[in-house]
């Protein structure tokens, strides 16, 4: 019996472990969105250091968002709910898309059961980072398909102070941490605006159908046969990715955690294809031709896993 007991015992300590991370977590989750903040942090990835600023503003009117490059060249993208601008003086452009271009920080989704199911959260202790009380949460992967996480969490508010982008051996592949933070504070308006014009800059505007918006663009004309277990269709579309090129298809899997962008579109002709595996930091991507077409698939995942898409990308209804 002591042994069975003993057993009883420790499933339960993991299991009211593993529920204490998930509210540490949903709590950040919420911070991230709902709270007034003003911040600089420093984001460490591929042998760089980039020192931005962050401005997050909730109002009536819903989130704002200004995000600014303090190193290197003024580089300024302002999102909202409905669309994200990005400016680049180097080239002297403008764009504009959808809301949904990558956050400086990981999106926990609000389903963390779900999540369980492949990764083991784990509740690493308290630390202190910038003067401020911290809980340690790690997010787990189960298997050689995903990265895992590293989350320093201020014991109060619950805002985020520091993430990291793990590897199998638990070694820190990029790291966002912030070096100066206040939390709850007034932001003035004039603080999320932009500070470089836009004048005499070329501006680009995204241009996509969705299934929402057009039904005869509702289904996608190719298919992926192999996914990692966890990984569904999140988003569908298409946008036009080159000025001489057709319509793209532009799929989105994810897992909760992790996200792909899966891009099908005409090869063209006199270019050469993107083919075999590519690397930067923890972004990998792997393209593939099928049937005279270049498939990407892309995103903050080991390369198996962009390997496995990539290469079980076919035409819907193809055998």
């Known amino acids: 019996m002591r042994p069975l007991l003993l057993a009883l015992l420790l499933c339960c300590s993991q299991a009211v472990a593993a529920d204490a991370a998930r509210q540490w977590l949903h709590g950040m989750s919420e911070a991230l969105k709902t709270l007034d903040y003003d911040g600089t942090f420093v984001y460490q ?11 997050h503003r909730v109002d009536d009117g819903g989130r704002r968002e200004r995000l600014v490059s303090l190193t290197g060249s003024a580089r300024e993208v302002l999102r909202d709910d409905r669309s994200v601008t990005c400016i680049l003086p180097d080239n002297k452009s403008v764009m504009i898309g959808r809301s949904r271009s990558p956050q400086p920080f990981p999106v926990v989704p609000d389903d963390l059961a779900t999540i369980s199911r492949y990764y083991r959260l784990q509740d690493k202790g308290d630390d202190h980072m910038i003067g401020y009380r911290a809980r340690i949460i790690a997010v787990i992967p189960k298997d050689e398909f995903r990265y895992g996480y590293r989350f320093w969490i201020e014991q109060d508010s619950r805002m985020l102070l520091r993430s990291d982008l793990t590897g199998e051996d638990g ?32 501006w680009h505007r995204q241009t ?94 080991p390369p198996a896993t962009v390997k496995m898409i990539a290469t079980s990308v076919q035409r819907q209804g193809a055998s």
């Open 45 to 55: 990835h591929d042998g760089r250091l980039d020192v931005m600023r962050i401005v």
């Open 171 to 202: 070694s820190t592949i990029e790291q966002v941490q912030f070096t100066a933070l206040d939390v709850g504070i007034d932001i003035p308006v004039s603080d999320l605006q932009p500070s470089l014009t836009g004048d005499d800059y070329t």
């Open 208 to 301: 996509e159908i969705n299934a929402a918006q057009d039904s005869s663009y509702g289904m996608p004309g190719w298919m992926v046969r192999e996914l990692p277990a966890g990984f569904m269709l999140t988003d569908f579309g298409r946008r036009r990715l080159h000025e001489q090129g057709g319509d793209a298809e532009h799929m989105v899997f994810s897992d909760g955690m992790a996200t792909v962008s899966v891009y099908i579109e005409q090869a063209l002709p006199d270019t050469d294809a993107f083919t075999g595996l590519s690397t930067m930091g923890a972004m990998n991507a792997y393209g593939a031709l099928v049937d005279g077409y270049q498939v990407t698939v892309v995103g903050e995942v």
